[in-house]
């Protein structure tokens, strides 16, 4: 039996297991990840579920948390970025926790830590970003997605979310974790532009630029930072509630962060504009909402853990594209560019802005 025949197996049997046997099954669209999902269809004609299908060994392990630096770097690049491996029990902890701050993430049905399958709520396809290509006023959107940061940043997360006789930990995205996703950039940028790779002179340089950036984003890591926070991942239920309104999906890789790291997730989305006025707004509008923050402090670590957002996804999409075969990334490739640019242009990042324009990186076609 092969291996896809034997992953079939496993599935047909938790199915099975979960009373859902005879459920039709569709494929739904799948992500940047090495996760599945099928929209299942009971039988008995009740309300469509959705099937989970993360293989443990798809990738490399989650960083346990007391590693050391050396042993994440030996585990991998999960470890060392803080990823969750597309962990269902990482989904699952994560799931019942923001449910049990009123918030709209998907019912756990049935769950199988060892095979990597689970079934969940099925919240529909209506995401903001259906909404918005749609032209729906993305005002009431993005407020209310604000507000619900706003109640999740009220009180500090637990160390560890409880799941399946244990426990799933909420690690701190730290230093060596920031400092990973910058590293893409300059593992895939330059040699996908054509552009030489840096000196090591320039990543000394590079270094030491993004160095005290990344040491303000752990020193800052104290609310519950669902890591992938946009148009994307987000839905729209008009029929619940206040905040219940917002249904949440892919949050599994979540860890305890900077507070401003959703907010760049949501209002610097890779995949569409988000109107400069707008993000603007919605800033003015979180800040609102802390007055236990410094807003200039706050302003500026914002922009710094934004370019270097930018600068990781644009060596992510850079990777996706030659070494997994997925062109239709370099569709957001100009967005990014311009957005790292911007960034750039904030009081405090001048030395940055100085390196990329030595190397000729942001402006280089892609």
């Known amino acids: 039996m092969s291996a896809a025949e034997q992953r079939e197996a496993a599935i047909r049997d938790f199915l099975a297991t979960a009373r859902l046997g005879d459920a039709r099954r569709t494929p739904l669209a799948g992500d940047a990840s090495t996760r599945a999902y099928e929209r299942l269809q009971p039988a008995d004609g009740g309300a469509p579920l959705i099937l989970m299908n993360a293989a443990p060994s798809a ?76 032209g729906d006023d993305p005002l009431p959107l993005y407020q ?68 005290p950036i990344r040491a303000r984003g752990e020193a800052g890591a104290k609310v519950f930072t669902h890591r992938d926070y946009h148009a994307e ?24 962060g900077h507070p401003a790291w959703d907010l760049l997730s949501l209002l610097q989305d890779a995949r569409r504009d988000v109107a400069v006025e707008l993000e603007a707004e919605m800033i003015d509008r979180y800040l609102a909402g802390r007055p236990d923050l410094d807003p200039e402090a706050f302003r ?6 934004a370019a270097l957002n930018n600068s990781r996804i644009l060596g992510i999409f850079a990777r996706l594209i030659t070494r997994d075969g997925k062109p239709r990334y370099r569709t957001f490739l100009p967005r990014m560019r311009r957005l790292l640019a911007r960034n750039l242009e904030a009081p405090g990042l001048e030395g940055l802005k100085a390196w990329f324009a030595a190397h000729g990186h942001v402006g280089a076609d892609g």
């Open 59 to 134: 990738e490399s392990p989650p960083c346990g948390p007391h590693a050391t630096p050396a042993e994440r770097a030996a585990a991998g690049y999960n470890a060392l970025a803080r990823l969750a491996a597309s962990r269902v029990d990482a989904f699952a902890a994560t799931a019942d926790y923001l449910r049990g701050r009123g918030l709209s993430a998907p019912a756990i049905l049935a769950l199988d830590v060892a095979q990597g399958l689970a079934v969940v709520e099925d919240l529909g396809d209506d995401l903001f970003a259906k909404r918005l290509e749609a």
């Open 233 to 256: 991942n987000l839905l729209w239920l008009p029929q619940r509630s206040g905040l219940g309104r917002v249904g949440l999906l892919d949050f599994q890789d979540c860890v305890r």
């Open 300 to 305: 500026q670590d914002y922009a710094g853990l």
């Open 144 to 211: 209310t997605a604000i507000d619900l940061l706003l109640h999740l940043h009220a009180e500090p997360p637990p160390a560890a979310l409880p799941v399946a006789g244990g426990n799933w930990p909420l690690l701190t995205y730290d230093d060596l974790a920031l400092k990973t996703g910058a590293q893409i950039y300059l593992d895939w940028w330059p040699a996908f532009t054509g552009a030489s790779a840096p000196s090591a002179d320039a990543v000394v340089d590079w270094e030491a630029l993004w160095s």
